[in-house]
């Protein structure tokens, strides 16, 4: 059995932390939400001739702010907010609080649910519209999560997410590979690598999109707080389980010092967001270098004797 990439333990105990301090530190994860949810109007597209979505799934929704944004688009929809961090849902359900659903008491609300996204507890073929920002950079296992998304998705349903590249903080990554050689950032996925995976697990016409955002910090110092304050801690399982030492940590802002801008220290975010459609019923998915094929029972004829 191969070591894992990430320590989901850590992953869980990171965001549970960061809760509180999320929605004040995640500009950017706000404005990739944004644009993701943009992406939306497509399916208003009269040409499509779509019935509104019945469940929505926002997956990894953390405060869910998207999850009430596409509760107001399809009102009469199921929105089920899921994460893997129980005090994120917790700060979902106090931000909604204050909202509409308090005039319109009979108004539909979004339902957490704490969950893994490698192990969807939902039904098969269940879910319109699967949404998800930011999240799978935190899945080492692509191709096995594409295939729970698929699953749970109806034939023809929406597969909407965004994820980071792997020039992501590529200049903190850099920086403490002059003070230790221990990893301090995550590796992640190219464009290409998110494609190979989507057209793996089976999803129709794929359509993959690549920007390029920078933030700037006074120092390292500002950066790992808003590292922490969103939860994007290091969860790698090769991790050093102790604290970075004060002479490591002035190494790597010492090198980190060579990337100064007028703005301050930048910080690289490669920002890849997917589109594509579910396949027809029984369409086979590869699964460990295999064609396997799921047919609903009602669909076998069964020839009868006498």
């Not at 005039?103 to 699967?130: I, T």
Request: charged content about 25%; overall charge neutral.
């Amino acid at each position: 059995m191969s070591t894992p990439v990430f320590d989901a333990r850590q992953v869980r105990r990171a965001f549970s932390r960061s809760a509180a301090s999320y929605e004040a530190a995640a500009r950017l994860q706000h404005a990739v939400e944004a644009r993701l949810l943009e992406s939306l109007d497509y399916l208003d597209d009269p040409a499509l001739a779509r019935a509104p979505p019945r469940r929505v799934l926002d997956l990894g929704c953390g405060t869910g702010r998207a999850s009430r944004a596409m509760q107001a688009r399809w009102p009469k929809a199921e929105v089920v907010s899921l994460d893997l961090a129980l005090p994120m849902l917790g700060e979902g359900r106090a931000a909604a609080r204050p909202g509409g659903w308090l005039a319109n008491p009979f108004a539909r609300r979004p339902l957490p649910v704490c969950a893994d996204a490698r192990a969807l507890p939902l039904a098969d073929a269940s879910v319109d519209v699967l949404f998800s920002n930011l999240c799978l950079q935190w899945v080492e296992d692509l191709d096995a999560v594409l295939a729970g998304f698929r699953r749970v998705l109806k034939p023809h349903g929406l597969l909407l997410f965004s994820t980071f590249g792997p020039a992501t903080l590529w200049e903190l990554r850099e920086a403490f590979a002059q003070a230790d050689d221990v990893p301090h950032v995550s590796p992640f996925a190219d464009i290409a690598g998110v494609g190979d995976a989507l057209v793996r697990a089976g999803f129709h016409q794929p359509v993959l999109d690549r920007e390029d955002e920078r933030t700037h910090y006074p120092d390292l110092p500002a950066l790992m707080r808003e590292l922490r304050a969103i939860g994007a801690t290091n969860a790698l399982a090769s991790r050093r389980h102790t604290l970075t030492g004060r002479t490591r940590f002035r190494v790597a802002a010492e090198a980190y010092e060579a990337q100064r801008e007028a703005h301050g220290l930048p910080a690289s975010w490669e920002i890849l967001s997917a589109m594509a459609w579910a396949p027809e019923a029984g369409t086979p998915i590869r699964e460990g270098g295999v064609d396997v094929t799921a047919v609903p029972v009602s669909r076998i004829p069964i020839r009868r004797r006498g």
